[in-house]
């Protein structure tokens, strides 16, 4: 079976990071502890090396499907408060990075999330001094993804009805689809021939191909 660590660096919610390792050693070396020096103590010469080691990411949600009731709440709800009861630093884009900081915040939380294009907001994140390495932007097909693996259920493409989607004011439909990357795939179910000529489903379509 899995180990939570292991799942985790699986659904890249981890990334590699340098720590710093101190020793002590009675072998010169350029670097002296004074305190353990004057302590008496023979080993006060410094072993100053460097292991790598996997830190949680900051989870960053990008999906505004919970506002949108576009996949059950229930499900976003329970993998996001396991992921914090877990450690991870969670933030949702709501025209900011508004971070999270209680279980009880998430539901009116994910209610504000905004849509916007991962590579617009990288660019965002790295004006206030975060990695894209050190960052999970949670959009839609990465909240299926995690919600699969984390609850335990099979991994599958989602599908968002044309009819639910067309409950959605325009501008804000418009922003939705174009935030949605290529990957993962998040697919459209065309509920009549109106939805199938509406240019706005057929230009998501073209551009991903589904």
């Known amino acids: 079976m899995m180990s ?8 890249g919610l981890l990334v590699e990071a340098p720590v710093p390792s101190i020793a002590f050693t009675d072998s010169q070396t350029q670097q002296i502890d004074f305190e353990r020096l004057f302590e008496g103590q023979s080993d006060y010469y410094v072993l100053s090396s460097q292991t790598n080691k996997f830190k949680k990411k900051q989870i960053i949600i990008t999906d505004p499907s919970f506002r949108y009731d576009l996949m059950p709440k ?3 709800l329970s993998f996001y408060y396991q992921l914090f009861d877990e450690g991870f630093d969670i933030s949702v884009w709501t025209g900011e990075l508004t971070p999270v900081k209680k279980t009880e915040d998430l539901h009116a939380s994910l209610s504000q999330v905004q849509p916007i294009c991962h590579h617009h907001l990288e660019q965002i994140l790295a004006r206030k001094g975060l990695a894209k390495e050190d960052c999970y932007l ?3 097909g990465q909240t299926n993804i995690l919600s699969s693996h984390l609850l335990s259920a099979d991994p ?16 804000e439909l418009i922003d939705l689809l174009a935030s949605i990357p290529d ?3 998040v697919g459209l179910v065309i509920e009549s021939i ?10 998501y379509l073209l551009r991903h191909q589904v």
Not at 196 to 201: C, E, G, I, Q
């Open 194 to 203: 109106t939805d199938f000529l509406n240019p706005l489903f057929v230009d």
């Open 74 to 76: 229930a499900n976003i």
């Open 156 to 171: 599958a493409p989602i599908f968002l009805s044309t009819s639910n989607l067309k409950k959605i004011p325009e501008k």
């Open 138 to 140: 949670a959009g839609m």
């Open 183 to 185: 990957q993962p795939i």
């Open 4 to 11: 939570q660590n292991d799942l985790h660096q699986k659904l």
